[in-house]
């Protein structure tokens, strides 16, 4: 489903992806873990082009997303994507948020668009909020309506970019209880995330990133039980 062969990515002089090779099967759920500024979310900026690789090939479906001539924003609409910040958009009640982009963007009509989003917004425990607007919702439940949206246009790979990190403690839960529901239904999912926790309960396959490689590439058994390299091991004695 996702694919890297040799991914580069420098910013200036800063080359921050080495040669990323990795592999994503259909509804594999793969989990990126490393230190800050190891380039994870660049990693996963390049799977739908948010950012471009310096050299190397990505193929989302078989598709080299990197060739000029393909069609990125036919690409970016089977890949939802979930940030640290929820990026809802404040003018709009929440149903209006998670109908926006299925009606102009896939042409749903309204009606279907706001059934389909009542049935998401039941997934997600808030179907009460549907007219409420961005700013009278917590953080937890603004990340929550955040991956309803982005499930609205029923995306074949959901990309999370820590997406509890700016939520208080007590909210984390609620919202990492919705990511491990999506998993494992048949959608492809790579997620950025700090919760060690949850990504030995959940991630199919660990990628542990550091100085812009993946130094592991491992099941969750072996890589909290087992780490191979130095780093991972100083980096699980920081973190757990
Ligand atoms: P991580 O998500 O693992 O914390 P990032 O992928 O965000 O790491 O960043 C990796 C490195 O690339 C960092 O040193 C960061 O400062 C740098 N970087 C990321 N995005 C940009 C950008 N748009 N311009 C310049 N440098 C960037
Ligand atoms: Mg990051």
């Given amino acids: 489903m996702i694919e890297f062969r040799d991914v580069h990515k420098s910013f200036g002089d800063l080359e921050v992806l080495k040669g990323i090779n990795l592999k994503i099967e259909k509804g594999q759920v793969v989990t990126l873990i490393g ?6 979310s660049t990693i996963l900026r ?7 690789p310096t050299s190397g090939t990505v193929l989302i479906e078989g598709t080299d997303i990197t060739e000029p001539k393909t069609d990125i924003q036919a690409i970016r609409k089977n890949i939802g994507m979930v940030f640290q910040h929820f990026n809802l958009f ?6 209006e948020n998670m109908t926006y982009a299925p009606m102009k963007v896939n042409k749903v009509e309204k009606s279907a668009a706001e059934a389909k989003a009542m049935e998401l917004l039941k997934l997600v425990g808030l179907t009460e909020k549907a007219d409420a607007y961005p700013g009278k ?4 439940q603004k990340q929550r309506i955040a991956i309803a949206r982005a499930l609205a246009m029923e ?25 491990k529901n999506l998993a ?4 492809t999912m790579a997620l950025v995330t700090h919760e060690m926790g949850f990504a030995r309960e959940v991630a199919d ?12 590439d491992s099941t969750p058994e072996e890589f909290f039980a087992n780490p191979k390299t130095d780093r991972a091991k100083s980096f699980l004695e920081k973190v757990l």
């Fill in 184 to 187: 494992h239904t048949g959608i």
């Fill in 205 to 216: 396959r660990i990628c542990f990133i550091d100085g812009g490689y993946i130094l592991e």
């Fill in 137 to 140: 919702l917590s953080g937890g």
């Fill in 90 to 95: 404040p003018h709009m009640t929440v149903m």
């Fill in 155 to 179: 995306p074949q790979i959901m990309l999370f970019d820590e997406p509890t990190s700016a939520l208080d403690p007590e909210m984390v839960k609620e919202v990492l209880e919705v990511i």
């Fill in 46 to 52: 390049c799977m739908n082009l948010l950012e471009r």
């Fill in 35 to 40: 230190p800050s500024g190891s380039g994870k």
